[in-house]
Structure formats: C-alpha cells, structure tokens
Nanobody, 122 residues
Framework: QVQLVESGGGLVQPGGSLRLSCAAS????????MGWYRQAPGNQRELVAT????????KYSDSVKGRFTISRDNAKNTVYLQMNSLKPEDTAVYYC???????????????WGKGTLVTVSS
C-alpha cells in the first residue's frame, strides 16, 4: 500500500518562508510526475507546482511563480516545496500528489497525501 505523507506546514507571518516535504512509501516501482496542490476554505483544489521524474518540465501556477520552488529527491521518493515571500492568500491545505507504478507491469496510478495546513497571518 502506498502512502504519501506531507510535513512542514504551520503558521507563518506574511513575507516569511516555509518548506514542505512529502515522502512516498510502500510498494513503489517508479514515480513519474510529483506535485503540490492546495485548497483554501470555500475554494476548489488548485495546482501549485509539478515536476517530472527527471527534475525537468517544472510547472508553476501564476500565483506562486517566482516565490515557490519545487524540487525532488528520487532516491528518497520525496518532493519538496520551498515557499518564500508568503502572502495571506497562500493560506490553504497543501496536498502532495504523485503518479506512480507499484510494479513493473502495473499502470501509473494517482495518489494523494492527506494534506498539511499552511496559515499565513500576522
């Protein structure tokens, strides 16, 4: 069984920084695209950033471009999100996402973490 576990959320003042981590564990053969999404109260879940397994093809939402940086460590099956210059509108639950294969012969399946809360407030 595959698990994605996020960590690093919390309360931060406007202009501050946080680093989120998401570690995938369990029956994993290979991981393709990994990413971060967020959902603020009353809003739909939205894409924040994604990254291919090679570390290339990085995509950011316009709202975080230039402030957030996504990276990954394939040896640790972990994806990171460095968040700088945080704004109150970044407040949301941040979810980790990964497309992965559990065996050589299985297809890629999408998995989600349970989320970590980021609150930006003075």
């Amino acid at each position: 069984q595959v698990q994605l576990v996020e960590s690093g959320g919390g309360l931060v003042q406007p202009g501050g920084s946080l680093r989120l981590s998401c570690a995938a564990s369990g029956s994993i053969f290979t991981i393709g695209v990994m990413g971060w999404y967020r959902q603020a109260p009353g809003n739909q879940r939205e894409l924040v950033a994604t990254i291919f397994s090679s570390g290339s093809n990085i995509k950011y939402s316009d709202s975080v471009k230039g402030r957030f940086t996504i990276s990954r460590d394939n040896a640790k099956n972990t994806v990171y999100l460095q968040m700088n210059s945080l704004k109150p509108e970044d407040t949301a639950v941040y979810y980790c996402n990964a497309d992965l294969k559990e065996t050589l012969y299985s297809t890629y399946q999408e998995h989600w973490g349970k989320g970590t809360l980021v609150t930006v407030s003075s």
